[in-house]
């Protein structure tokens, strides 16, 4: 939880003393209640319906929707590469650090890796495994690089060093361009000889900028609404206790206000508790305030630190008061105004870990049934000194190895996506959200490895950069990648204020009394029911999420498209992420693949405009039509929607009832 630079520092929740489905189902429906005219389409079934330009949120009158066949647009047009840096080099700002993965000079024993390059399912990326021979000289991790051999722009595309990993996928790539990979593997000497892929060309069928699906016949798990938790700024004012039900807030991260004799303010919890919504307490907030805003560091007293620890978890639970888990710190290591100058510069990485222990240790023996989360690491890194030199902080592998020594069992393992200032670099080609994805996949890999930890959750505890987090586009992003990476929470960072008011995290305004647009996209989120179903798109920057369920025979989906942070007015755009201009409108295809194979449909769609994303919205507008199926074989069909001009930055909500 941070502010942007121009905001002048981070804000600190120290400070502040202040069936979700099917309700949400039902406010997503009232949205098609407020009298709007229905729309037919006409013309062949197979033609699947599409719709017209939207310059505003003004609808076409019905017989603008089937528009004139789009040219095909070739899908590389405009494709975003990320700026090559060498990473055999150190950098000017990073420096050999120790156990670094990319320490310059050869490394004598190293052995090259196999090495297989392929495309990542419908999308132009580009997905790197690799494995290490199992004799000789191990490594401890690797550099990959990535080359477009034909194609527009031939030369390097982009160099990533990795710690832990074994795979890496390239985004934002194009298709019918060719691409081979190298890994070399590393060691604190230096690198060995590359291992090289062969050949990888991405292909698609796909004829306008993006094709989406939405695969109503698959399962994805249920539908929990993981990603509708809140960081904070949730109040009894204004319309939080009942939009915290109609978002289905699925869990609320802060601390309870601190009074004199271990006394404590509920009054946001209870808003919470009463939406249905999991609690975690953060407990160096709470540390913060018993010390007058002046706290000491742990390590200058552990005995203290320990007896302060039990004491408050003891006053905790003796309020009465539902805790689901128990957060010992938020960003270790960050520049977060828990200490003064002299106490951030005493922070080590080892430090930090026996802070973590000595927590732990103290919460499990006041309640052994505690369910103890961390360590909400400021972004995800998985070796030492991955972001420099100077970092206080340890990154994951450490964590993990430390954990499973000392016999730590997590009730989740938990980090934060919210980082807008590292860019693309070496250990990230990009700042798109579905890199949770490969973060996520490799947290589970690294806990497979340790069998000793168990089988902790995963929770994201904050996500969304300042950026583009209010772009309802950029927003559905996030949401489907945390639904692709099967997180089982994550609760949206608050930013520039946000934290403090009664916004539902910037979902709201300042006051709390009016939604923002991605106020929107997150109701449809919300009325998700039943199953998640697999999605696929062809694009990086046009991404999908779907549900279904049987018992109401409805689909719902999400469309959301992020191509530049233009809408935002929270600081500029980083600096190595989505760039300041916008992207004109696209042509996008929606195939929805449904369990029926006859009769016809029922649709609405709700366009949520991006272009004004941080000024208060009124509901949208959505379109009513009805489509034949297209039979796809036994008890499954398919219909297509097109949307021949989507805007960068809107979200498009879909139901469909059969």
């Not at 189902?25 to 719709?51: E, Q, V």
């Not at 769609?605 to 000024?615: D, I, K, P």
């Amino acid at each position: 939880m941070r502010t942007s630079p121009a905001a002048g520092g981070r804000q600190h929740l120290w400070r502040l003393r202040d069936q979700p489905g099917k309700k949400a189902l039902l406010a997503f429906s009232a949205l098609f209640a407020i009298g709007l005219p229905t729309y037919a389409a006409t013309g062949p079934a197979s033609a699947g319906l599409t719709l017209p330009s939207i310059p505003q949120v003004t609808l076409k009158p019905a017989t603008d929707l089937l528009s004139p066949a789009l040219a095909p647009v070739t899908p590389a047009a405009g494709a975003l590469t990320a700026p090559v840096r060498n990473v055999l080099t150190p950098q000017p700002t990073q420096g050999p650090v120790a156990s670094a993965p990319s320490a310059p000079g050869a490394a004598p024993g190293l052995q090259a890796p196999t090495v297989a390059a392929a495309q990542a399912g419908t999308t132009p990326d580009v997905v790197v495994t690799w494995a290490y021979p199992t004799s000789g000289v191990q490594a401890t991790g690797a550099i990959v690089e990535l080359d477009r051999i034909s194609g527009a722009s031939p030369g390097r595309v982009a160099q990533i060093k990795c710690g832990s990993c074994t795979s890496i996928t390239f985004r934002q790539l194009a298709f019918a361009s060719t691409y081979v990979a190298r890994v070399f593997a590393t060691d604190a000497a230096g690198e060995g000889a590359p291992g090289t892929s062969a050949p990888v060309t991405p292909t698609t069928s796909c004829t306008v900028a993006a094709c989406v699906g939405i695969d109503a016949a698959s399962s994805r798990g249920p539908a929990n609404h993981a990603a509708a938790g809140l960081l904070g700024s949730l109040s009894p004012q204004g319309r939080d206790p009942s939009d915290a039900k109609a978002l289905g807030t699925s869990i609320f991260r802060s601390s309870p206000g601190a009074y004199a004799n271990n006394t404590y303010d509920w009054t946001n919890y209870g808003v919470a508790t009463a939406a249905g919504a999991q609690t975690i307490v953060m407990l160096d907030a709470l540390w913060k305030v018993d010390h007058h805003d002046v706290a000491p560091t742990p390590w200058s007293n552990w005995p203290a630190y320990s007896q302060w620890m039990k004491s408050t978890v003891s006053s905790l639970l003796a309020s009465g008061k539902p805790i689901d888990y128990w957060d010992v710190y938020n960003e270790p290591g960050g520049t977060n105004g828990y200490y003064g100058s002299a106490a951030y510069a005493s922070q080590t990485p080892a430090l930090l870990l026996q802070q973590f222990l000595v927590a732990y240790q103290a919460i499990k023996a006041v309640d052994p049934w505690a369910q103890v989360i961390g360590p909400d690491l400021e972004y995800w890194s998985d070796y030492p000194g991955q972001y420099g030199p100077g970092a206080h902080t340890f990154d994951m592998v450490t964590f993990l190895n430390f954990a499973a020594a000392n016999n730590i069992k997590l009730g989740a393992l938990t980090w934060h996506e919210i980082v807008d200032n590292l860019g693309p670099n070496p250990e990230e080609n990009s700042l798109l959200p579905s890199t949770i994805d490969d973060h996520v996949s490799q947290a589970r890999a690294l806990v497979a490895a340790r069998p000793s930890l168990g089988n902790p959750k995963i929770f994201v505890t904050e996500y969304g950069m300042p950026e583009i987090q209010k772009i309802p586009g950029w927003d559905v992003g996030y949401l489907s990648a945390l639904t692709n990476a099967g997180v089982d929470e994550a609760s949206r960072a608050c930013w520039n204020g946000d934290c403090g008011k009664p916004d539902l995290d910037g979902l709201l305004s300042a006051n709390g009394k009016s939604p923002l647009p991605a106020y929107y996209d997150r109701l449809v989120y919300a009325s998700m029911s039943g199953k998640m179903v697999a999605t696929t798109s062809t694009s990086d920057t046009v991404t999908v999420l779907g549900s279904y369920d049987p018992s109401s025979r409805t689909i719902t989906g999400l469309v959301g498209r992020g191509a530049s942070c233009a809408q935002s007015l929270q600081g500029g755009c980083p600096s190595a992420g989505p760039g300041s201009s916008p992207g004109s409108p696209v042509g996008v295809n929606i195939t929805v693949t449904v369990p029926w194979n006859a009769g016809a449909v029922q649709i609405a769609l709700t366009r949520v405009s991006g272009s004004l994303a941080m000024v208060p919205a009124g509901a949208p507008h959505q379109v009513f039509t009805g489509e034949r199926i297209t039979p796809d074989g036994p008890g499954k069909g398919s219909i297509t929607i097109s949307i021949p001009n989507f805007n960068d930055g809107d979200a498009y909500g879909l139901r469909i009832s059969h």
